[in-house]
């Protein structure tokens, strides 16, 4: 698994906001892109999702910025990545435009299993829940073994991501402060 550089920036910008002194204390775009070297253009439009998805808060006008919404504690990694990554499809037959779409949702409800489960069944019951959806190009898909391993793969990267919040990675506070100023 990827991540693209969206959900990269994203967490940077996170990352960026948790790391100021004063957490109440606004940020703007171009800091943040230029104490990563990214496009202030590209990094925009990460920004404005990362405020409708309610992880942020912007302020407009002169005086006008970002900050975090929440306590770095109550941003979950796992949850985050579901909401902004485009495409969990791993493979060919995992990517239809119904699997696109409702791929993070059926993670989310195997991950939410997990406790009930092993990491087999809830690959299984991705499976089970993914194949009616998958149209796939590939001549073996319809008996393809590598679809499980795969998908017991996504949900195992999933599952990771949902044990750290924004406050795991930050806890070197200091010292990426240090370096993003």
Do not use: W
């Not at 606004?26 to 992880?55: E, F, P, R, V």
Request: charged share 20%; hydrophobic share 40%; with cysteine.
């Amino acid at each position: 698994m990827r991540l693209t550089n969206y959900s990269d920036y994203a967490l940077r910008s996170l990352i960026y906001l948790a790391t100021k002194p004063e957490p109440t204390l606004l940020a703007n775009i171009s800091d943040i892109a230029n104490s990563y070297h990214i496009s202030k253009s590209h990094l925009t439009k990460i920004i404005q999702q990362l405020g409708q998805l309610g992880y942020i808060d912007s302020v407009r006008g002169k005086n006008g910025g970002i900050r975090l919404a929440h306590a770095p504690k109550d941003i979950n990694l796992g949850e985050l990545i579901k909401k902004i990554e485009p495409d969990f499809a791993l493979v060919e037959c995992f990517s239809t435009n119904s699997l696109d779409s409702s791929i993070a949702d059926i993670n989310s409800a195997v991950i939410n299993d997990e406790k009930n489960a092993s990491a087999n069944d809830m690959s299984l019951k991705l499976i089970d829940e993914t194949v009616s959806h998958i149209a796939s190009g590939c001549i073996i898909s319809p008996v393809c073994q590598l679809k499980q391993v795969l998908a017991e793969a996504l949900t195992a990267f999933i599952a990771v991501l949902e044990r750290y919040t924004l406050a795991d990675i930050i806890e070197n506070k200091d010292e990426l402060a240090a370096l993003l100023s």
